[in-house]
């Protein structure tokens, strides 16, 4: 659990970071959002110590920051960036296997669990643990990244713009792939990013951030919905903020059960957004879809009247709340 | 609100009191050098070598304070570093440096035996390194104040003259103005030969080195052997490659008479020049390729697409923005030009080092020193010059 | 990389591995056989009674001239990759600036002076060389190593430090072997011109492999001239070489290509 209090970074006369306060739940996924300049990577790098902050605390599992010898913490914490930082000089095997050998671990342990993580990121072992990081594309690069970040298993994993640098279509896969992996780990990650909709794909928690202070945290539904100010409203995407929440909502939570008129043509599967299904309905020109499991079974309806109204009901419930 | 903020946030502060780490360790050396090395050295007469002696019977204590105080001043302005108190510590350099000639006067004033014509004074290790160190403090001042290569040279020069001015007239006692005095026209001719071989060397392989630099542009295969050949040149001993002409010159002198009417012959300036060109080649080739080759090549499409003849790329583009890199190379070939005619005074080229070697026969220690100090100080001049010279003419005056 | 490539590449670095062995060889050769190559030496010179230098044994003055390279080299690659180093530290990043003139004014400093210089200091012998040899030396490896400590990629050195290696570890597991290639280059610059600098040692004393050319320069003999030019541009050939080859090896290591 990471908790930021107060916190400022001053660079001479520079404030960075102004009086934030934060709080990340353990296992959930806090992305910083915002512009250049906006002090999320300031933030970041004052967790693992990387910089000092001038003021307030930062508490880390219910100790302060300091009271941490900032090797070791960094050892437990996993840290990605956005030009992989591997080690040209070292295997992939050797440079996932990095932090264990820092800790000491036995020799046998840390060829397990590095080859434990190449699986986990979809790297052969036999293919890639002696190729060398100038051999790997930018896709495979990073994942040997994440996988060196998580080589000795920490609880908290700080992640820098990690995909800034890949080409769109590895970046989505590999969004995807962090999504599962993150389902399956549950660790704390505090991911900073430029762009809104990777954060709003991946965060449990989003955290908009201008000239060193936060302006609005909050769920990503909550953000999308209400805005806490033009800034945010244009950041979220201004009109398309009405797509960007559909995106965030799966099919199967707004079907209705198989009516007695005909199933639709179109079908989509149950685990897609609402966002695909509005892009099937223009595609198709239909506003009735079949909602189908794994196996193509049709399991219910969606209508576009459904999907709107839902919208609206969600708005409602809001304000009620 | 909470009380946090009525707290006044902890501001990171630059120290203005952060003191000049290099200053102050090269002023506390200089204080160490002069008490605890041997300031001067007095000997009888030129073979025996002298008994040396420290800062107080030197210059007695009054002296002796004076220059303490000098180095405790530049200690205590290098603790507060400004650009006030770096030019005040140019000018206690300058101070020092002009006062060194008279610490020799008063050393000799008080040691020398007068009734000893032959006696002479020497000057000390404590003495060179505070030379040195001084040196050292110009650089860095140099490069903390962004001043240009001409001031600390001027600088130099007009110390250098008020050093010739003393020693001229005052510092008779001190064994290298013994050494000269004695060799006067000697001297002056060796500077002369040293001068002009360096020039006639560096002229010609500047002129050769960049015709060969643009021929090997043109056609790729002969870089490939340039390059090897005059990198096999350079692992020749530059003392071998001087011997392996004696003969063949000499034959050449023997065999073709209109040659030995040009004052060609197996010994003496022939050989050495050949040599000397020999041995510039590969640096002034060398860095004359990389200066027209590193060229943007973004520039000269440019120059081309703006209707620009090859010829006129080449002069008005590609020349002139190659030059610095050149003149590099000019100086490094110069300096070292004119440490190797210092080994060609060995086959009879005349020169500075003739001094150092006939020294070294007679084991004759100061007259090494009037060949050595003038090659080691051309050699800076002309580091310094040429250095100046590059940076003035660099693109955009960066350093 | 295929099985061919892979092949293809030993094969390199093994016709590689030939080029010292050749050049050395050839020096041992000379070194022992340098009385029958009499005959060709005669043909050279036909003035002097004795052609081939047989003051001292010539595997001597290799052996002493090797030693005096060896010391010089030893002492300024510790001294000048210490320096290269802590210049780059924090602590010592002020010096940077001095350090970096004060190699390049080594430079300025024509060795023959040095040498002349050193001797009163230092007397006649060995010892004068020595230094001198360090001063002229100093300079490339110097250069190098802050050139090669200042190119390594600072996000590199970030992660590293963000993976939680104290500054030791990354100065000696992350920042020196990448920079290990440009500083080879610098020890190789300086070791391979001091090899033919040594040869003035002669001029003071010092007994190696310059001694034959001094003595065909005083005694207007160019056999002996010429043995100890051979001698010794065989044995900058061999070391170069050798260098070359290591430096092959270290840059497959880390080919970008």
């Known amino acids: 659990m990471i908790e930021l209090s107060h916190v400022s970074k001053q660079f001479g006369d520079d404030i960075a970071v102004d009086d934030i306060t934060l709080r990340v739940a353990k296992g959930k996924l806090c992305a910083l959002v915002g512009t250049s300049g906006c002090g999320k990577s300031t933030t970041l790098r004052m967790i693992n110590r990387l910089i000092d902050h001038s003021s307030g605390d930062i508490i880390l599992d219910g100790q302060a920051i300091e009271q941490y010898d900032s090797v070791k913490l960094r050892r437990r914490i996993g840290y990605v960036i956005q030009s992989t930082g591997l080690f040209p000089h070292w295997s992939v095997a050797r440079n996932i296997g990095l932090v264990p050998r820092l800790l000491k671990w036995p020799a046998a342990e840390i060829s397990a669990r590095v080859e434990e993580l190449m699986g986990l990121l979809g790297l052969p072992v036999d293919e890639f643990a002696h190729k060398y990081p100038h051999q790997l594309s930018g896709g495979q690069a990073q994942r040997v990244g994440v996988a060196r970040a998580l080589a000795a298993d920490p609880d908290i994993l700080l992640m820098d713009e990690p995909f800034g640098a890949l080409d769109p279509i590895t970046r989505e896969k590999l969004q995807d792939e962090l999504a599962k992996l993150q389902a399956r780990l549950h660790k704390t990650i505090v991911f900073v990013t430029h762009d809104m909709d990777e954060a709003l794909r991946l965060a449990d928690q989003l955290v908009v951030m201008r000239d060193g202070r936060i302006v609005q945290q909050g769920t990503p539904l909550a953000l999308l919905q209400h805005p806490a100010d033009p800034f945010v409203e244009s950041l979220l995407g201004g009109l398309e903020r009405g797509l960007k929440q559909a995106a965030l909502t799966r099919v199967k939570d707004h079907m209705t059960s198989l009516g007695p008129t005909l199933p639709a043509q179109s079908r989509i599967p149950a685990d897609f957004t609402l966002r695909q299904a509005l892009s099937m309905m223009l595609r198709d020109h239909c506003d009735r879809l079949t909602v189908v499991d794994q196996n193509d079974v049709p399991i219910g309806e969606l209508s576009l009247r459904r999907i709107v109204k839902e919208a609206q009901l969600d708005k409602v419930s809001q304000r009620d709340a | ?399 | ?257």
């Open chain 3, 1 to 257: 990389m295929t099985r061919k490539s892979a092949s293809v590449k030993l094969n390199a670095v093994s016709v590689q591995w030939f080029l010292p062995l050749i050049w050395a060889v050839l020096l041992a050769v000379c070194i022992v056989g340098m009385p029958g190559l009499e005959s060709m030496f005669r043909w050279v010179e036909t003035d002097a009674r004795q052609v081939i230098y047989d003051r001292a044994a010539l595997y001597e003055l290799l052996g002493r001239h090797v030693l005096v390279v060896g010391v010089a080299a030893a002492v300024t690659i510790v001294v000048g990759v210490a320096a290269g180093i802590a210049v780059t530290r924090e602590r010592g990043r002020d010096f940077l600036p001095l350090v970096g003139q004060l190699a390049s004014l080594g430079q300025t400093f024509p060795p023959v002076a040095v040498l002349a210089l050193a001797v009163p200091v230092l007397g006649f012998g060995t010892l004068p060389i020595i230094v001198a040899l360090m001063l002229y030396g100093l300079l490339p490896i110097v250069r190098n190593t802050l050139a090669g400590i200042n190119d390594v990629d600072p996000t590199i050195k970030q992660a590293a430090q963000a993976m939680g290696m104290t500054p030791w570890q990354v100065l000696r597991q992350v920042e020196l072997p990448l920079a290990a290639p440009v500083i080879l280059a610098g020890v190789r610059t300086s070791v391979t011109i001091n090899i033919a600098t040594a040869a003035l040692g002669a001029t003071v004393g010092a007994s190696n492999l310059g001694d034959p050319i001094i003595a065909g320069i005083v005694n207007g003999n160019v056999a002996y001239v010429l043995q100890g030019a051979l001698l010794i541009a065989l044995l900058a050939l061999c070391v170069d070489s050798a260098f070359n080859v290591y430096q092959q090896h270290l840059r497959q290591r880390l080919s970008a290509s």
């Open chain 2, 1 to 399: 609100m909470s009380l946090i903020d009525a707290l006044p946030s902890p501001s990171f502060k630059r120290r203005p009191w952060y003191p000049n780490v290099v200053l102050l360790c090269l002023s506390v050396a200089m204080l160490a050098a002069a008490w605890l090395l041997s300031f001067v050295s007095v000997a009888p007469n030129r073979i025996v070598s002298g008994t040396t002696f420290g800062i107080v019977d030197a210059i007695r204590w009054p002296g002796a304070i004076l220059v303490s105080l000098l180095f405790v001043a530049m200690t205590a302005l290098a603790c507060v570093p400004s650009p006030r108190h770096y030019r005040a510590i140019l000018g206690l350099i300058t101070l020092t440096l002009l006062l060194m000639p008279f610490g020799l006067m008063v050393a000799g004033h008080w040691l020398v035996d007068p009734s000893l014509p032959q006696a002479r004074l020497g000057i000390g290790p404590a003495y060179w390194s505070v030379l040195f160190v001084l040196l050292l403090c110009l650089v860095e001042l140099r490069l903390r104040l962004g001043l240009s290569r001409w001031w600390p040279t001027l600088l130099l020069g007009g110390v250098g003259v008020a050093w010739w001015g003393c020693a001229a007239l005052w510092l008779d006692h001190l064994a290298l103005v013994q050494e000269f005095q004695a060799r006067e026209q000697q001297f002056y001719q060796a500077l002369r030969q040293h001068i002009a071989l360096v020039s006639t060397a560096v002229g010609v392989s500047v002129v050769l080195g960049m015709s060969l630099a643009m021929l090997m542009r043109r056609y790729q295969r002969l870089q490939k052997v340039a390059f090897t050949l005059l990198n096999f040149l350079q692992t020749i001993p530059s003392l071998a490659l001087f011997g392996l002409l004696l003969a063949p010159l000499a034959w050449l002198a023997a065999n073709v008479p209109t040659l030995a009417a040009l004052g060609v012959s197996g010994i003496g300036n022939a050989p050495a020049l050949i040599a000397l060109i020999a041995y510039s080649l590969l640096p002034m080739v060398r860095n004359t390729y990389i200066a027209l080759e590193e060229v943007s090549e973004d520039t000269l499409q440019a120059a081309k697409a703006m209707g620009m003849r090859t010829s006129q790329r080449f002069w008005q583009v590609r020349f002139p923005l190659a030059l610095p890199v050149l003149l590099e190379g000019v100086r490094i070939t110069s300096v070292q030009a004119v440490g190797l005619t210092a080994v060609a005074a060995l086959i009879g080229a005349g020169g500075l080092g003739t001094f150092i070697f006939q020294g070294l026969g007679q084991a004759a220690m100061d007259m090494v020193l009037l060949g050595a100090l003038p090659i080691l100080i051309l050699a800076l001049m002309v580091d310094a010059g040429l250095g100046a010279l590059a940076d003035a003419l660099r693109p955009g005056g960066q350093e």
